[in-house]
């Protein structure tokens, strides 16, 4: 009779730990149940060991064989149940972390384990997330059957499908080996405060973390808003991106206090938020507010959809994100991958007018 150590930290491992007959080599496969091919083959004796290389969680058994005859079957979904399984977030951006949240409790409910979880932002979730046991980064965890690190590495032992491909969501549930379904994240509200400004409302951000995410007209929409009656405030934490400035907007209510703290407490009592494909965006969103995103350079069902308008134009250029002839240049401000330096660089929200958002809003409007 055989003992094993087997586990998924840093990929699917295997390792014979005893037999009564110490001498005796086994075949072991590494056996993907979906795909019903062998992922991995080696021979083992006790003491020695085998990794796969594939990262993420998928259907893999290891199958253990001796003179032809299957000594031992192990299922690693079947071996998660009752067990600790550490999750890591490897992106600090806020909507990569808001987004990805709700699947550490799916991966949970769906294996029945204990999921430790690490992100920059565990503050937002401690308290909503009470099946969930948070850590700080850096801080060792012990005792693990699986460990699992979610992020964007277009790295095929990291991820089955190029990210690029799916909506962001889908990033993790791939790697989680969770089916994908679209989940609003809960977050802590005890920031909640009185409310900052009488009367309605609008929270808007204009800053995002590359110029291909911009929109231009922005001063058309604040004036359409206030004559709409609304106030309206600029959320950004940022004040100058690149030489586009908040400062330049006339109009706007003053918001001095930029913590995201305040900034949440802000979009919390708004009537609706206006934004880019950004992480204020995701953060409305996860407050349960209406959002109006202007993003044409991704195709609609990247970021989210509940109780979204998305403002796109698929007439002319658009969705260059999701094209697997380019990657993104992060160290290139200007990155535009069809258009760069000629007349239709960023055509893709040049041509989205105000007329067009403000159709939308008064739209959304006349149904309350």
């Not at 079957?73 to 079947?78: P, V």
């Not at 992020?151 to 032992?157: E, I, R, T």
């Not at 809960?186 to 400004?197: A, G, T």
């Amino acid at each position: 009779m055989i003992t094993y150590k087997i586990h998924h930290v840093n990929g699917l491992y295997f390792e014979l730990t005893g037999d009564e007959n110490k001498n005796r080599e086994y075949d072991v496969v590494f056996y993907d149940n979906t795909t019903k091919t062998n992922l991995y083959e080696s021979k083992l004796k006790v003491g020695s060991w085998a990794r796969a290389e594939r990262k993420y969680l998928s259907d893999l058994s290891v199958i253990v064989r001796y003179e032809g005859r299957t000594i031992k079957q192990i299922n690693i979904l079947d071996e998660l149940k009752g067990k600790r399984v550490f999750i890591t977030f490897e992106s600090k951006a806020l909507g990569d972390t808001l987004a990805w949240m709700p699947y550490c409790a799916e991966f949970a409910k769906q294996y029945d384990c204990k999921v430790v979880v690490s992100t920059f932002k565990n503050f937002l979730f401690k308290n909503v997330y009470p099946e969930l046991e948070f850590v700080d980064r850096g801080v060792v965890v012990n005792d693990l059957i699986g460990m699992f690190e979610i992020g964007w590495y277009w790295q095929k032992s990291k991820e089955p499908v190029n990210p690029i491909l799916i909506p962001l969501q889908q990033s993790a549930t791939n790697i989680l080996h969770l089916p994908y379904n679209e989940i609003q994240p809960n977050i802590d509200l005890s920031f909640v405060k009185e409310r900052p400004f009488e009367g309605k409302y609008v929270c808007i951000s204009i800053h995002s973390t590359a110029m291909l995410k911009y929109w231009y007209y922005w001063q058309e929409l604040i004036d359409g808003l206030r004559l709409r009656g609304y106030k309206v405030v600029e959320i950004s934490k940022e004040t100058n991106m690149m030489g586009i400035d908040t400062n330049d907007l006339v109009g706007l209510e003053p918001f001095e206090d930029k913590s995201l703290e305040n900034t949440m407490n802000t979009i919390y009592h708004c009537d609706f938020f206006v934004g880019l494909s950004s992480g204020l965006s995701w953060m409305a969103w996860a407050l349960r507010k209406k959002v109006f995103m202007i993003a044409n350079f991704t195709e609609p069902n990247h970021e989210f959809n509940i109780d979204t308008i998305r403002i796109y134009d698929h007439t002319i250029c658009n969705s260059c994100w999701h094209n697997p002839l380019f990657k993104f240049n992060r160290g290139s401000w200007t990155w535009c991958p069809e258009h760069e330096d000629t007349p239709r660089q960023f055509e893709c929200h040049k041509a989205i007018t105000s007329d067009k958002v403000l159709n939308l809003i008064d739209n959304e409007i006349s149904k309350l």
